[in-house]
């Protein structure tokens, strides 16, 4: 039922311009313009869903779901086997955690120190698989190795083997007067996670911190959850379950909340906006089938005299309307998955050769893409509504077009 008469009469009246084979190309401009918005938006969504899954799959499988402290240097024993054995928690670490700054023979940067049980780290973090250079077992009690972020080896121009001098904001009273508190460290490890971390973050054994810091700096335990996203639920479960003990902590959202909230933000910003601009596009799409009502008068009054209902010629333009949407949408969704395929390599070789550096600053210092097959279903059906809404008035317009007046010739 669906290919009758009408479908055919639509589909030549979309492809065909009187004595032309071709569409007209005020058509043909419309179409371009509404693909182009179509890809436009589902490359910005899939840039967007790169960054959210960067953020999921790289920030937030490193740094801690949640942290908990006593309000004493340690943690009882009977509290964190408790911990442990909530079913909301997956794995358990113990974490000492401290400022300081990393001076090398040619630069000095300030650092964030994370002291760690290697081993057990392996069950809350996926630190130790981002390890480009050197062993994450080397991490040793009394070895006074440490662990660095790749950007942060490549600001102090240091490389696996080489010594670095840790000074920390701690003050001590010698012969010669106050001094800073310092300590050499070898570099074992060299992590890269292209994300923030690794400009700023150095891990060291646990019990090396315990004695730089000193017995009375807090020790905490680092939780990894089965559901980051219920990490206030779970903290408040922990602290109630003994509220004696004076258990504090924080957690992912306290440092990362706001971005994460500000990527999903951005991408219900981004959808609208741009869905104005495929608005835009189908209007042009919509201006394109009112002259094309306009230069088919004679025909629309001949097919009314051959018994057309003014209900029928209304279906034949907004089958036009359809067919041209339609169209567009699929060729600009066929064209946004390229861009999206195609933008990460590009953006790679421009920036290595021009030297852009432009997310350099960024909590990933590259551009991730991620193409969610849901998401281009939901800009394709929005943007054929969109199409459909618009060709209501032209297809309207021809219904009301009266025989009589159109075939009248002065």
Known sequence: M???????????????????????????????????????????????????????????????????YQNRPTLDSNLIRLISDNQSV????????GNGLLQSESAVEGIQISGIDPIAEQGVSEIGLYVVKGLWTELAPGSFR?????????????????????????????LAGASPRLKRFTVAAVFETNADIDQSMVYMHLSDAQRLFGPDHQVGLRLRL??????????????????????MGYSWTHRQGNLYDAIALQKRTMFVLLSMLIAVAAFNVMSGLVISVEERR????????LGCTPEQVRFIFMC????????????????????????????????????????QEYFVQYLPV?????????????????????????ARRASLVHPVEALHVD
């Open 298 to 305: 004679a025909d629309i009054a001949i097919l009314r005299t």
């Open 226 to 247: 089965a559901d980051l996203f219920r990490v206030a639920e779970v903290l408040h479960e922990l602290y109630y379950m003994q509220p004696e003990a004076g258990l």
């Open 370 to 394: 991620q193409i969610l097959p849901e998401d281009i279903a939901y800009v394709g059906l929005i943007s054929f509504l969109i199409c459909v809404v618009t060709g209501i008035y032209p």
């Open 146 to 174: 440490v662990a660095l972020g790749a950007d942060l080896a490549q600001s102090l121009a240091v490389n696996i083997g080489d010594s670095v001098t840790l000074v920390l904001p701690q003050i001590r009273m010698t």
């Open 320 to 359: 036009c309307g359809g067919l041209m949407g339609s169209i567009g949408v699929v060729l600009g969704l066929l064209l946004g998955v390229l861009f999206a395929w195609l933008i990460q390599p590009l953006y790679q070789a421009l920036d290595r050769y021009f030297e852009l550096n432009l997310l």
């Open 2 to 68: 669906f290919l009758d008469w009408r479908f055919s009469i639509a589909l030549r009246y979309s492809f065909h311009n009187g004595r032309r084979r071709l569409p007209p190309f005020n058509a043909l401009l419309s179409l371009l313009g509404l693909s182009l918005g179509v890809a436009i938006l589902v490359l910005v969504l899939s840039v967007i869903n790169g960054f959210d899954q960067a953020m999921r799959e790289r920030v937030l499988s490193v740094v801690p779901h949640a942290v908990v």
């Open 90 to 97: 997956l794995a358990v670490a113990p974490l000492l955690e």
